[in-house]
């Protein structure tokens, strides 16, 4: 793991358990990024495939939560002697980048994921709305890790 100064090392979860994993997760809050820039409803649907990896399904509407829908799929794979937790995700070859999840819900119905650098950063729940308690839970402790949860933006999603 790569330490960033002013912040500890980014941890994983543990474990991952796939098959609780898999499915589908909206988006809530993320660090903007220039590959999601003018999204609206970004939902991710992750898929076990026959060969081992996960399909990964990126939607979006774009410029509006009623505007033009965006699609990418890609390839994650597991990074070894990681329970599952770190993932290689690749969009374009030979490009791929790093996935952890660096917090899970007991029951799967929200998960954090970021990367080792701490530039990426995704809040992802099974539903459109989070708990606002949930939510306000996750960003103390992201802040207790080192994340900048001033650059967190909300996501727009339709109910």
């Known amino acids: ?12 979860v543990p474990h991952v358990d796939l098959n609780k994993y898999v499915g589908k997760w909206f988006e809530i809050a993320s660090y903007p990024n220039f590959f999601q820039k003018r999204c609206h409803c970004t939902t ?3 898929t076990i495939s026959e060969k ?9 509407n774009r410029d509006s939560a009623n505007g033009k829908l965006s699609y990418i799929k890609g390839k994650a794979f597991i990074v070894d002697n990681s329970g599952n937790a770190k993932l290689k995700v690749q969009f374009f070859w030979p490009f791929k980048g790093d996935y952890w999840i660096i917090d899970l819900a007991d029951d799967y119905s929200y998960a954090v994921v970021s990367d080792p650098t701490m530039k990426y950063l995704w809040i992802l729940c099974r539903t459109p709305k989070m708990d606002p308690a949930i ?15 001033d650059k967190i933006c909300l ?4 109910v």
């Open 1 to 12: 793991m790569k330490t960033i100064s002013n912040a500890q090392e980014v941890a994983t």
């Open 44 to 46: 991710a649907t992750y």
């Open 52 to 60: 081992g990896y996960i399909v990964v399904e990126n939607r979006c």
């Open 135 to 149: 939510y306000n839970k996750i960003i103390v402790s992201l802040k207790a890790k080192g994340y900048n949860t």
């Open 155 to 158: 996501t727009e999603q339709l």
